[in-house]
Nanobody, 124 residues
Framework: QVQLVESGGGLVQTGGSLRLSCAASGRTFSSYAMGWFRQAPGKEREFVAT????????YYSDSVQGRFTISRDHAKNMVYLQMNNLKPEDTAVYYC?????????????????WGQGTQVTVSS
Protein backbone atom coordinates (compact mmCIF):
# COMPACT_ATOMS: atom_id res chain seq x y z
CA GLN A 1 0.00 0.00 0.00
CA VAL A 2 1.21 3.51 -0.78
CA GLN A 3 -0.30 6.91 -0.15
CA LEU A 4 0.40 9.86 -2.39
CA VAL A 5 0.17 13.57 -1.62
CA GLU A 6 0.71 16.17 -4.34
CA SER A 7 1.76 19.78 -3.93
CA GLY A 8 3.07 22.64 -6.00
CA GLY A 9 0.11 23.52 -8.17
CA GLY A 10 -1.01 27.09 -8.72
CA LEU A 11 -1.66 29.88 -11.19
CA VAL A 12 1.00 30.79 -13.74
CA GLN A 13 1.13 32.80 -16.94
CA THR A 14 1.71 31.30 -20.36
CA GLY A 15 5.39 30.48 -20.78
CA GLY A 16 5.96 30.15 -17.05
CA SER A 17 7.13 27.19 -15.00
CA LEU A 18 5.93 25.12 -12.07
CA ARG A 19 7.29 22.11 -10.25
CA LEU A 20 4.85 19.60 -8.87
CA SER A 21 5.89 17.34 -6.01
CA CYS A 22 4.45 14.04 -4.86
CA ALA A 23 5.27 12.58 -1.46
CA ALA A 24 4.87 8.81 -1.24
CA SER A 25 4.42 6.99 2.04
CA GLY A 26 5.67 3.52 2.80
CA ARG A 27 9.01 1.78 2.81
CA THR A 28 8.73 0.21 -0.63
CA PHE A 29 8.94 3.31 -2.79
CA SER A 30 11.42 1.68 -5.15
CA SER A 31 8.89 -1.11 -5.82
CA TYR A 32 6.57 1.26 -7.68
CA ALA A 33 6.67 2.94 -11.01
CA MET A 34 5.46 6.51 -10.54
CA GLY A 35 3.78 8.99 -12.79
CA TRP A 36 1.46 11.88 -13.44
CA PHE A 37 -1.92 12.09 -15.12
CA ARG A 38 -4.11 15.15 -15.56
CA GLN A 39 -7.77 15.93 -16.06
CA ALA A 40 -9.19 19.12 -17.50
CA PRO A 41 -12.83 20.13 -16.99
CA GLY A 42 -15.13 18.08 -19.19
CA LYS A 43 -12.32 15.84 -20.38
CA GLU A 44 -11.08 12.37 -19.53
CA ARG A 45 -7.97 11.77 -17.50
CA GLU A 46 -4.92 11.71 -19.72
CA PHE A 47 -1.42 10.41 -19.39
CA VAL A 48 1.33 12.98 -18.79
CA ALA A 49 4.53 11.18 -17.76
CA THR A 50 5.83 8.13 -15.95
CA UNK A 51 9.15 6.93 -14.57
CA UNK A 52 10.12 3.33 -13.94
CA UNK A 53 10.90 1.89 -10.52
CA UNK A 54 14.64 2.52 -10.57
CA UNK A 55 14.23 5.64 -12.68
CA UNK A 56 16.10 4.50 -15.74
CA UNK A 57 13.26 4.99 -18.19
CA UNK A 58 10.82 7.85 -18.55
CA TYR A 59 7.78 8.23 -20.78
CA TYR A 60 5.96 11.37 -21.87
CA SER A 61 2.85 12.26 -23.79
CA ASP A 62 3.46 13.96 -27.12
CA SER A 63 1.84 17.14 -25.80
CA VAL A 64 4.39 17.62 -23.00
CA GLN A 65 7.50 16.01 -24.51
CA GLY A 66 10.36 18.49 -24.38
CA ARG A 67 8.63 20.78 -21.89
CA PHE A 68 8.03 18.56 -18.85
CA THR A 69 10.54 16.43 -16.92
CA ILE A 70 9.68 13.70 -14.44
CA SER A 71 12.16 12.63 -11.79
CA ARG A 72 12.26 10.72 -8.53
CA ASP A 73 14.30 10.89 -5.34
CA HIS A 74 14.50 7.52 -3.59
CA ALA A 75 16.09 8.97 -0.46
CA LYS A 76 13.10 11.26 0.06
CA ASN A 77 10.34 9.08 -1.43
CA MET A 78 9.46 11.94 -3.77
CA VAL A 79 8.44 12.28 -7.38
CA TYR A 80 8.62 15.57 -9.24
CA LEU A 81 7.22 17.01 -12.43
CA GLN A 82 9.08 20.05 -13.70
CA MET A 83 6.83 21.90 -16.11
CA ASN A 84 8.33 24.56 -18.36
CA ASN A 85 6.90 26.72 -21.13
CA LEU A 86 3.40 26.15 -19.82
CA LYS A 87 0.43 26.67 -22.11
CA PRO A 88 -3.26 27.34 -21.36
CA GLU A 89 -4.06 23.80 -22.56
CA ASP A 90 -1.95 22.45 -19.68
CA THR A 91 -4.62 23.71 -17.27
CA ALA A 92 -5.93 20.70 -15.34
CA VAL A 93 -5.91 18.86 -12.06
CA TYR A 94 -2.68 16.87 -11.93
CA TYR A 95 -2.64 13.50 -10.19
CA CYS A 96 0.33 11.55 -8.93
CA UNK A 97 0.05 7.80 -9.51
CA UNK A 98 1.88 4.65 -8.48
CA UNK A 99 1.88 1.16 -9.92
CA UNK A 100 3.67 -2.09 -9.16
CA UNK A 101 4.07 -2.74 -12.87
CA UNK A 102 6.73 -1.48 -15.22
CA UNK A 103 5.27 1.98 -15.63
CA UNK A 104 5.05 2.36 -19.39
CA UNK A 105 1.26 2.16 -19.62
CA UNK A 106 -0.67 5.27 -20.67
CA UNK A 107 -3.96 3.85 -19.47
CA UNK A 108 -5.14 5.30 -16.13
CA UNK A 109 -6.84 2.04 -15.16
CA UNK A 110 -3.44 0.37 -14.92
CA UNK A 111 -2.41 2.50 -11.95
CA UNK A 112 -3.37 1.24 -8.52
CA UNK A 113 -2.76 4.31 -6.39
CA TRP A 114 -3.76 7.93 -6.90
CA GLY A 115 -3.22 11.14 -5.00
CA GLN A 116 -5.94 13.71 -4.38
CA GLY A 117 -4.73 15.99 -7.17
CA THR A 118 -3.35 19.51 -7.40
CA GLN A 119 -4.76 22.27 -9.61
CA VAL A 120 -2.59 23.87 -12.28
CA THR A 121 -4.01 26.91 -14.06
CA VAL A 122 -2.19 28.61 -16.93
CA SER A 123 -3.50 32.01 -17.90
CA SER A 124 -3.22 33.36 -21.42
Amino acid sequence: QVQLVESGGGLVQTGGSLRLSCAASGRTFSSYAMGWFRQAPGKEREFVATITRIGIRTYYSDSVQGRFTISRDHAKNMVYLQMNNLKPEDTAVYYCVADSGYGSSRYPGEYDYWGQGTQVTVSS
